[in-house]
């Protein structure tokens, strides 16, 4: 069975207690990789201007503590080109949230950066983050 690295637990812990039950639960199935929880006003600085985000500091929910979003891709990391490979795994951990939720394990609805509208479609987004999960209050 797939583990997370020391790397992905640490930054896996610095996130809401829902989303670290629904990334415990996704990498038994679906190895992948913590790419970021918590945000610092530096680190969001950094990503607002590379264009990543569109939040300023504090407004990201990488920004609250514990962080309200946190973002994850597939392990091993695909090529960043092939977004079909991201897409994928992201609908795999909404299936995952969809059923934790209902079971009463998580008490937030998640929210998947590449379906901001949450439709179930991408087509029709601007703005993909496709490693971005966040909680939806
Ligand atoms: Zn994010």
Same mark, same amino acid.
């Given at each position: 069975m797939?583990?997370?690295s020391q790397?992905?637990?640490?930054?896996?812990s610095?996130?809401?207690?829902?989303?670290?039950?629904?990334?415990?639960?996704?990498?038994?199935?679906?190895?992948c990789?913590?790419?970021e929880?918590? /945000?610092?006003?530096?680190?969001q600085? /950094?990503?607002?201007?590379?264009?990543?985000?569109?939040l @300023? =500091?504090?407004?990201?929910?990488?920004?609250?503590t514990?962080?309200?979003?946190?973002?994850?891709?597939?392990?091993?990391?695909?090529?960043?080109k +092939?977004?079909?490979?991201?897409?994928?795994?992201g609908?795999f951990?909404?299936?995952?949230?969809?059923?934790?939720?209902d079971? +009463?394990?998580?008490?937030?609805?998640? /929210?998947?950066?590449?379906d =901001? @509208? +949450? +439709?179930? /479609?991408?087509?029709?987004?601007?703005?993909?983050d496709?490693?971005?999960f966040e909680?939806?209050?």
């Amino acid at each position: 069975m797939p583990k997370f690295s020391q790397e992905s637990f640490s930054k896996l812990s610095t996130c809401h207690i829902d989303l670290q039950t629904l990334f415990y639960e996704v990498i038994k199935h679906f190895d992948c990789k913590i790419l970021e929880g918590h /945000r610092n006003q530096v680190e969001q600085d /950094r990503v607002f201007t590379d264009g990543k985000s569109k939040l @300023k =500091w504090p407004d990201g929910k990488h920004n609250a503590t514990p962080s309200i979003a946190v973002d994850v891709c597939p392990y091993p990391v695909p090529d960043f080109k +092939n977004l079909s490979d991201f897409v994928f795994f992201g609908g795999f951990v909404m299936g995952i949230a969809s059923m934790l939720k209902d079971q +009463n394990k998580i008490t937030h609805a998640i /929210r998947y950066g590449a379906d =901001w @509208k +949450n +439709n179930q /479609r991408i087509s029709d987004e601007k703005f993909i983050d496709a490693v971005h999960f966040e909680l939806v209050s």
